[in-house]
């Protein structure tokens, strides 16, 4: 804001700006372009100030580093709360995503027990500042009509599920749908779908690796579920999770909603994996859906990337295929993973950093995603030079596997939160400062800011 002139009658005196308390000097991307800035945070961790030189304050000189914003997922399934044993809590999850560069995750509901009730949801809600090392916006799933309103003042946003997939909530009857889809989008918050239509499910033998899951669960059963969903009202705040093909994505696209991609349905396909590790709902897709899929990605236009970081036993993955649980970890190789196509120069940093960082924190109407005054200092420090191989062993993720055992990925150097360093040499050292978090709720529901839509925001 420009300073009003001093001392003139009737002037109000000029609002002072928080101080900067820490400067972060790098190099940045803007308008396509890689320059020298400095970063200028505030005690509360906020940015105030970005300019080519800022004084005043102590220095972090990342030299050469690149500066970016951190990533936001809007797809994890962090299982907290489950019974005693299970791979994944709130903790494990987010260190795991803050290694990866992700400064805040959309928790989704399927836990044991499920979010059903507003009582469960309350108690979910008690159990983030605890455990979480990142901020956490946590979902109720969506059951019956009368529920809503009474889960909307708690949470986050709500989760569809129109298919089984992993926990316990069964889809409702397609004639409940229109009736759920009008209550939710009454309450401004978002709705994030798992559009798989269960009646168009092959009938058959049991699938016995991902080419006969692909078969099982095909891609017009995605297809099918979003006819019913885009019938949806205008100003339902939608966000499609894990559409597989170009077809589902341009239907989204033409409705209005926003969608994401997930790594594995954009890396891995049903010739690059055989087993049961490649077991995911919906099911990953022949080679030649998964390179049209990432041509679209490649070409910005597919608004979000999401992990759906789903961990489950290395010993149930490593059960008969079709028993195997279905679903992969992610959250902690997704941007390194993207980042080292980058490096490869397969895909630009710009279209990167809008799908990962950029729509995912405008969708939520959230002040993330950008290097620009007002918005959280959750920042990220890369360097393209520093390649890492992927293992389970060299993860954090207690459920002991990666489908992308031997991959490379570019990990960030650093990750700060609001201005504090949580991840430093690639090593976590953060604290439990995660928020829960809820969107922006505007006053009359509608559509959130431009829906991360176009590749063109910025
Ligand atoms: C997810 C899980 O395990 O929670 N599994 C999966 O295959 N993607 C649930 C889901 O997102 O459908
Ligand atoms: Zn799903
Ligand atoms: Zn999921």
């Not at 455990?131 to 989760?159: C, M, N, Q, S």
């Not at 080419?211 to 979003?226: K, N, V, Y």
């Not at 077991?279 to 608004?303: D, H, M, Q, S, Y």
Request: charged share 25%.
């Amino acid at each position: 804001m420009p300073a009003r002139p001093r001392g003139r009658i009737g002037r109000p005196p000029p609002v002072e700006e928080p101080p900067v308390e820490r400067i972060y000097a790098g190099r940045i991307l803007r308008r396509g372009r890689i320059t020298p800035a400095e970063i200028g945070v505030d005690g509360d961790g906020i940015i105030r100030r970005v300019a080519k030189d800022l004084k005043g304050a102590p220095r972090q000189d990342f030299g050469e580093g690149i500066l970016l914003p951190s990533g936001v997922d809007l797809h994890v399934h962090f299982r907290d709360p489950s019974p005693p044993g299970a791979v994944e809590d709130l903790s494990t999850g987010t260190v795991q995503a803050a290694l990866g560069g992700i400064a805040a995750v959309v928790d989704m509901p399927n836990t044991d027990p499920p979010i059903t009730t507003l009582a469960r949801l309350e108690e979910k809600i008690a159990r983030i500042p605890a455990r979480a090392f990142v901020d956490v916006l946590p979902y109720a799933a969506v059951t019956t009509r009368e529920r809503i309103p009474l889960l909307a003042p708690r949470a986050a946003g709500f989760k569809l599920y129109l298919s089984p997939t992993t926990g316990d909530i069964p889809p409702p009857a397609g004639e409940e749908v229109p009736g759920l889809l009008t209550e939710i989008a009454g309450t401004g918050l978002p709705l994030h779908v798992h559009a798989e239509d269960p009646s168009s499910f092959a009938q058959g033998k049991a699938p016995r690796e991902p080419r006969e899951w692909d078969l099982a669960r095909p891609p017009e059963s995605e297809e099918s579920a979003l006819r019913g969903i885009l019938k949806g009202p205008d100003h339902l705040r939608l966000h499609v999770a894990h559409v597989t093909t170009t077809k589902a994505a341009q239907m989204v696209r033409e409705w209005g909603g926003s969608f994401e991609a997930t790594p594995h349905h954009l890396l891995l396909s049903t010739s690059r994996i055989r087993n049961a590790m490649g077991k995911v709902n919906p099911p990953l897709r022949t080679e030649e859906r998964r390179r049209e899929l990432w041509e679209e990605f490649r070409a910005g236009k597919i608004p979000v990337l999401a992990s759906d970081h789903a961990p489950h036993p290395l010993g149930e993955k490593e059960t008969r295929f079709d028993l195997a649980p279905a679903g992969v970890p992610g959250v902690e190789t997704m941007l390194p993973l993207l980042l080292e196509r980058v490096r490869a120069g397969e895909i630009e940093l710009g279209t990167l950093w809008r799908a990962a960082s950029r729509r995912p924190g405008l969708f939520l109407g959230l002040p993330w995603g950008r290097i620009a005054p007002g918005y959280e200092a959750n920042l990220l420090v890369v360097d393209f030079r520093q390649r890492r191989r992927i293992s389970a062993r060299s993860l954090h993720a207690p459920c002991g596997w990666t489908p992308y055992e031997g991959w490379e990925g570019i990990f960030p150097v650093e990750h700060h939160l609001r201005g504090e360093r949580i991840v430093e040499d690639g090593e976590f050292v953060g604290r439990r400062r995660g928020r829960v978090r809820r969107p922006f709720e505007p006053e009359s529901p509608r559509r959130p800011p431009a829906a991360a839509q176009g590749p063109r925001d910025r």
